[in-house]
């Protein structure tokens, strides 16, 4: 595995990319604030966000051959330094987050107008790139300990933009509370874990962990901060049964805050979850204590379909979004459960999928929230024919949560049940099948509301702006290119995969 060492003293502009990833979107935050400008506020983000899209692609493009890039900071030669480092698996997850945070951006200016007070703009746009600099940091970040800093950065951010929602219901609030308790938790947790691992190690570097995880073994130390980092991350990824945050989080949200925590959020969560169990602790580790397959796979199975089940009962779309969510998650942790290279390659792709379907659902039913005033589906139903666009960009993005073929959501669903019959286990590949199943009917429900019953009278509803079509119809076509095409999604995922299959070794 080639390895590219990036000092600081470096002095071209590539070399420094990975600074600039991070750097961009954390330096705009404070400058709007100190501008105090709510006309500038929003194309200063768009802006940093933008350059931070740019810089993802370009970074991908240097570690799709297996490459890893080491940036050090300061300086400081790792594991005494701190240091970024960039392979497959955080590139394209780099790529996933930047891209819907360029995408929200033109959406969220038209939707602000009926969820977010005027006086409040500023303040949301600094929160917002806070939050997308914590994530793309948690993402980026080679060092352990700043993995729960940029954490709590991003974190308490969502917190302030989920509060913001309580212009429209005041429900928000303590939606807002719930999340901040339970992310709270998850995070001293982690925290916990991280200390662990530390008294065992004497380091937080990454890779320095994973070498010297190997040369001691079985040490309880290292079992213990284990078991923490798994809870505390679970929490952040919305694990069931430690999901219970998500639902409210997501219905009562800011549409555009919705759409953008929905599909970056817990992918990033995912994703580090995947880099502690694969390139910190290893899978020979996890391979002798069954961890996984015996805690995560089932809770995961259980996710696939209880949460589904919830969501078919569900009488507001955005609240079956959510629930959606929760077993759609279950999916991705299955894939990782098989500790496969297929199967995580199948969990890298779902995540990706799943993060642009998401997106492309919220941004839709933002749109019926602007222009119909609520997301209930006695609100929204008899739209298909006034919403025509909005409507249509929900149906092709819900046969993309089914994974009818031809979508982004069955390429992914279809290299999971490769997964399954790979190992030998076709009745996990059979509830695969059923859980879709389920969605068939929750995504039916609401096509059933949208075309099938009568507009209320005296509705004088009409189509959402095109600030807001244009973002939602991007991600829409997504899902269904990146269904055709796989060239990127499975090649990007297969060489994440094999990556972090191969343990420390892939950090090299």
């Given at each position: 595995?080639?390895?590219?060492?990036?000092?600081?003293?470096?002095?071209?502009?590539?070399?420094q990319l990975p600074a600039f990833q991070i750097l961009a979107s954390f330096l705009?935050?404070?400058?709007?604030?100190?501008?105090?400008?709510?006309?500038?506020?929003?194309?200063?983000?768009?802006?940093?966000?933008?350059?931070?899209?740019?810089?993802?692609?370009?970074?991908?493009?240097?570690?799709?051959?297996?490459?890893?890039?080491?940036?050090?900071?300061?300086?400081?030669?790792?594991?005494?330094?701190?240091?970024?480092?960039?392979?497959?698996?955080?590139?394209?997850?780099?790529?996933?987050?930047?891209?819907?945070?360029?995408?929200?951006?033109?959406?969220?200016?038209?939707?602000?107008?009926?969820?977010?007070?005027?006086?409040?703009?500023?303040?949301?746009?600094?929160?917002?790139?806070?939050?997308?600099?914590?994530?793309?940091?948690?993402?980026?970040?080679?060092?352990?300990?700043?993995?729960?800093?940029?954490?709590?950065?991003?974190?308490?951010?969502?917190?302030?933009?989920?509060?913001?929602?309580?212009?429209?219901?005041?429900?928000?609030?303590?939606?807002?509370?719930?999340?901040?308790?339970?992310?709270?938790?998850?995070?001293?947790?982690?925290?916990?874990?991280?200390?662990?691992?530390?008294?065992?190690?004497?380091?937080?570097?990454?890779?320095?962990?994973?070498?010297?995880?190997?040369?001691?073994?079985?040490?309880?130390?290292?079992?213990?901060?284990?078991?923490?980092?798994?809870?505390?991350?679970?929490?952040?990824?919305?694990?069931?049964?430690?999901?219970?945050?998500?639902?409210?989080?997501?219905?009562?949200?800011?549409?555009?805050?919705?759409?953008?925590?929905?599909?970056?959020?817990?992918?990033?969560?995912?994703?580090?979850?995947?880099?502690?169990?694969?390139?910190?602790?290893?899978?020979?580790?996890?391979?002798?204590?069954?961890?996984?397959?015996?805690?995560?796979?089932?809770?995961?199975?259980?996710?696939?379909?209880?949460?589904?089940?919830?969501?078919?009962?569900?009488?507001?779309?955005?609240?079956?979004?959510?629930?959606?969510?929760?077993?759609?998650?279950?999916?991705?942790?299955?894939?990782?459960?098989?500790?496969?290279?297929?199967?995580?390659?199948?969990?890298?792709?779902?995540?990706?999928?799943?993060?642009?379907?998401?997106?492309?659902?919220?941004?839709?039913?933002?749109?019926y929230v602007f222009s119909a005033n609520g997301s209930y589906y006695d609100t929204?139903?008899?739209?298909?024919?006034?919403?025509?666009?909005?409507?249509?960009?929900?149906?092709?993005?819900?046969?993309?949560?089914?994974?009818?073929?031809?979508?982004?959501?069955?390429?992914?669903?279809?290299?999971?049940?490769?997964?399954?019959?790979?190992?030998?286990?076709?009745?996990?590949?059979?509830?695969?099948?059923?859980?879709?199943?389920?969605?068939?009917?929750?995504?039916?429900?609401?096509?059933?509301?949208?075309?099938?019953?009568?507009?209320?009278?005296?509705?004088?509803?009409?189509?959402?702006?095109?600030?807001?079509?244009?973002?939602?119809?991007?991600?829409?076509?997504?899902?269904?290119?990146?269904?055709?095409?796989?060239?990127?999604?499975?090649?990007?995922?297969?060489?994440?995969?094999?990556?972090?299959?191969?343990?420390?070794?892939?950090?090299?």
């Amino acid at each position: 595995m080639a390895t590219e060492m990036v000092p600081h003293t470096a002095l071209t502009l590539v070399d420094q990319l990975p600074a600039f990833q991070i750097l961009a979107s954390f330096l705009a935050a404070p400058l709007i604030v100190v501008l105090g400008s709510r006309r500038l506020a929003w194309p200063i983000a768009f802006i940093a966000s933008a350059m931070s899209l740019i810089v993802a692609l370009m970074l991908l493009s240097q570690v799709m051959d297996g490459t890893v890039i080491s940036y050090r900071m300061g300086g400081w030669a790792p594991p005494l330094g701190i240091e970024y480092r960039v392979d497959a698996a955080n590139a394209f997850v780099l790529v996933l987050v930047s891209a819907i945070s360029t995408l929200i951006l033109p959406y969220a200016r038209t939707s602000f107008g009926k969820e977010i007070p005027l006086r409040h703009h500023t303040a949301f746009y600094a929160a917002y790139l806070l939050c997308f600099s914590g994530l793309l940091g948690v993402t980026i970040t080679g060092d352990a300990f700043n993995v729960f800093v940029f954490l709590e950065v991003s974190s308490l951010s969502t917190y302030v933009l989920i509060a913001m929602g309580a212009e429209r219901d005041k429900r928000a609030l303590t939606a807002a509370y719930d999340y901040l308790i339970m992310g709270t938790i998850g995070a001293t947790f982690f925290v916990i874990g991280i200390g662990f691992l530390y008294m065992a190690t004497g380091t937080l570097n990454m890779a320095d962990i994973a070498d010297r995880i190997v040369e001691q073994g079985g040490n309880r130390t290292i079992r213990a901060g284990f078991a923490f980092i798994v809870v505390g991350i679970g929490l952040k990824v919305a694990m069931y049964p430690l999901h219970r945050w998500l639902p409210n989080a997501y219905t009562y949200a800011p549409s555009a805050v919705t759409a953008f925590v929905a599909a970056t959020s817990t992918k990033v969560a995912v994703y580090v979850l995947l880099r502690f169990i694969f390139s910190v602790f290893q899978p020979n580790f996890l391979f002798e204590f069954n961890t996984l397959e015996y805690i995560i796979l089932p809770f995961a199975l259980i996710a696939m379909f209880a949460a589904s089940f919830v969501a078919i009962f569900q009488s507001d779309f955005k609240m079956m979004l959510a629930f959606s969510s929760i077993a759609q998650i279950g999916y991705i942790l299955l894939g990782i459960a098989f500790l496969t290279e297929t199967g995580v390659t199948a969990a890298v792709v779902h995540l990706f999928n799943h993060g642009i379907t998401k997106a492309a659902l919220f941004m839709a039913v933002g749109a019926y929230v602007f222009s119909a005033n609520g997301s209930y589906y006695d609100t929204i139903q008899g739209l298909g024919r006034r919403m025509p666009l909005t409507s249509a960009a929900v149906v092709l993005a819900g046969f993309s949560l089914i994974g009818v073929p031809g979508t982004a959501g069955f390429v992914s669903k279809w290299v999971l049940v490769q997964a399954a019959l790979e190992k030998g286990w076709w009745p996990v590949a059979l509830l695969i099948v059923a859980s879709s199943l389920l969605a068939v009917i929750y995504v039916w429900r609401v096509i059933e509301v949208l075309y099938l019953r009568a507009t209320p009278q005296g509705c004088q509803v009409r189509e959402a702006p095109a600030s807001m079509l244009v973002p939602m119809w991007i991600a829409v076509l997504a899902c269904i290119y990146f269904g055709l095409n796989t060239d990127l999604t499975i090649g990007a995922a297969e060489t994440a995969a094999r990556g972090l299959m191969s343990g420390s070794a892939g950090m090299r």
